[in-house]
């Protein structure tokens, strides 16, 4: 009977009771866990996150000018995709399974003072379109910065309430020197405060001073458009700085290949492959896009 009670019981193996896999992330509840872990990837740690949410402030800049055509192909290759409300309902099909991360502020366009933004979303609309995380902009050293460290804390607020992550996006104003003691400073304070994540800028020196004083996971916007290899560069070390990934925009949707690049960036942010490797592996994509077309021309001839 002792053995059958073994048996059926396990009464020899004891409830495991594993640490959550991301960094300053085990005291939240499952709900939070299990939208993080539709953002990260519970196996390498980490999140290619494609951001197209740029319509927000700046209309339809280029190579967003058609996201169900230029864009659409390549979310099956992104973890997670960052963008707005409209674009999602409007052009994303509800069977796309990564994260999503809804743009939560706005309210000037590029024609005005980028930091006067407002909280532009409801909560219960972020519950109906199921998201995983909501990002605001913070505006650090900004005009409007209390304003929008604000904007901030209500949505961990609300998010809190839910089980939804907040992602605390770091904006350097255009005259704003972007350096390491200015990203430790900004990404601190939206850690302090509560932000789940935070998203901020890599900078060639000290990076790893700026992942190690922040308490939560880290990714880095890709900025503007670099070289291909630049950028894959770029993303491996912030990677081996301590970054948990990328959300990565431009240097992917304005890449000569956009399919080539975010499978090139995947290899280096999962797999840790070197940027050359990577970028090989890019441009053998191009080769072999631009030679099918030569065939397809061929056969048609
Ligand atoms: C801008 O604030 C938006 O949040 C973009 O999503 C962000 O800048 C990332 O895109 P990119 O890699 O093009 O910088």
């Not at 009977?1 to 009464?11: A, G, N, P, V």
């Not at 700046?58 to 192909?73: A, F, K, S, Y």
């Not at 933004?117 to 379109?129: G, P, S, T």
Request: net charge negative; with cysteine; aromatic share 6%.
């Amino acid at each position: 009977m002792i053995s059958e009670k073994k048996r059926i019981f396990f009464l020899d193996i004891p409830q495991e009771n594993p640490a959550f896999f991301l960094k300053g992330s085990n005291n939240l509840d499952w709900g939070m866990k299990n939208r993080l872990a539709r953002i990260f990837n519970p196996k390498s740690g980490k999140t290619v996150m494609l951001a197209i949410d740029h319509g927000y402030f700046q209309g339809p800049t280029t190579g967003l000018e058609r996201i169900d055509v230029g864009i659409l192909p390549l979310a099956q290759y992104a973890d997670t995709l960052m963008l707005t409300r409209g674009i999602l309902r409007s052009v994303v099909p509800p069977s796309f399974n990564g994260g999503i991360v809804l743009r939560a502020s706005g309210g000037p366009s590029i024609l005005k003072e980028l930091s006067n933004e407002q909280i532009a979303v409801d909560i219960e609309d972020a519950i109906r379109l199921n998201v995983s995380a909501l990002a605001v902009q913070v505006f650090i050293g900004g005009e409007n910065e209390t304003q929008s460290v604000h904007n901030m804390t209500r949505l961990v607020d609300l998010g809190n309430r839910y089980g939804i992550a907040t992602l605390a996006v770091t904006a350097v104003g255009r005259d704003m020197v972007r350096d390491a003691k200015y990203m430790r400073l900004a990404c601190r304070i939206c850690a302090e405060l509560g932000a789940t994540y935070v998203k901020t800028y890599y900078v060639p020196e000290d990076f790893d001073t700026v992942t190690a004083s922040c308490p939560v996971p880290i990714v880095i916007a890709g900025g503007k458009k670099l070289p291909e290899l630049e950028a894959l560069r770029m993303a491996y070390d912030a990677i081996r700085q301590g970054a948990a990934g990328v959300d990565m925009g431009r240097n992917i949707f304005q890449a000569e290949s956009p399919v080539g690049m975010i499978q090139a960036v995947r290899s280096v942010v999962h797999d840790g492959m070197s940027p050359e490797e990577a970028f090989e592996m890019y441009t053998g994509s191009i080769d072999r896009a631009a030679s099918t077309s030569i065939e397809e021309t061929l056969a048609a001839v």
